[in-house]
């Protein structure tokens, strides 16, 4: 079975732009959850998605966006960048809705974002 | 609300010697308890997972951790560190219903020859 895909590895972006970020998930797996971890930090819940269906948001602002797609695979969209964004991004997929969160997870390896 | 204390940010270890890294957890229904290890500019590979079975866990590498309620901890262990240990661990806690996963801030464990 294939393991969870992120691209790109790196990004450099402007202050203001906007960036999307991909994720692959693993196959058999229908729900995709994204995290925030910036530098010397412990990764930030930015929110999941379940069946194509936002499926719980962290503390984070509308400018972080998410979909996914019939074939489970998700993007994560963050407009206007701040400096502050700059962080790796982890997607974890997972098998169904009623385990608890990180039972099942595989994460993937993550991009890491820099915001300049 | 669900958290998780890592003490000591930084732990250093002799290869062979016992590592030690502690987690602390704050909830106020059971938890589901687990240990991810994070080596450079990769992802998260989980260690082990506590779902309320058994209380001592064995998990990949070694590693072992023990699930105290009175003391609210969930510790993990391995009697023999190898310098392939050397990385960032992280606790993490969630509950059954809820979305996220919460992290601690992580424990970068180093191991000398």
């Known amino acids: 079975e294939t393991g969870v895909t992120q691209s790109p590895t790196h990004l450099i972006k402007t202050r203001g732009q906007q960036v999307t970020l991909r994720c692959s998930s693993q196959?058999?797996?229908?729900?995709v959850s994204w995290y925030q971890q910036a530098l010397g930090q412990g990764p930030q819940f930015i929110f999941q998605?379940?069946?194509?269906?936002e499926n719980g948001r962290g503390n984070f602002p509308p400018r972080f966006s998410g979909l996914q797609f019939p074939n489970y695979s998700s993007e994560l969209n963050v407009n206007a960048l701040e400096l502050d964004d700059s962080a790796l991004y982890l997607c974890?997929?997972?098998w169904g809705q009623g385990e608890p969160s990180g039972y099942g997870y595989t994460f993937g390896s993550g991009t890491r974002l820099t915001v300049v | 609300a669900q958290s998780v204390t890592q003490l000591g940010s930084h732990v250093s270890v002799s290869e062979g010697a016992l590592v030690l890294l502690r987690c602390n957890y704050s909830?106020?229904?059971?938890?589901?308890l687990f240990w991810y290890v994070q080596y450079p500019n990769q992802g998260l590979q989980l260690l082990l997972k506590?779902?309320?079975?058994?209380?001592l866990v064995k998990g990949i590498n070694g590693f072992e951790a023990e699930f105290k309620k009175s003391e609210t901890s969930f510790h993990l262990t391995k009697p023999s560190a190898h310098m392939s240990d050397a990385a960032e661990y992280f606790c993490?806690?969630?509950?059954?219903?809820?979305?996220?996963?919460?992290f601690g801030t992580g424990t970068r464990l180093l191991v000398s020859p």
């Open positions: 909830s106020s229904v059971p938890p589901y």
């Open positions: 506590y779902t309320s079975a058994a209380t």
């Open positions: 998605y379940y069946r194509e269906e």
């Open positions: 993490a806690v969630s509950v059954a219903g809820f979305q996220k996963l919460v």
């Open positions: 196959s058999g797996h229908n729900t």
């Open positions: 974890a997929s997972s």
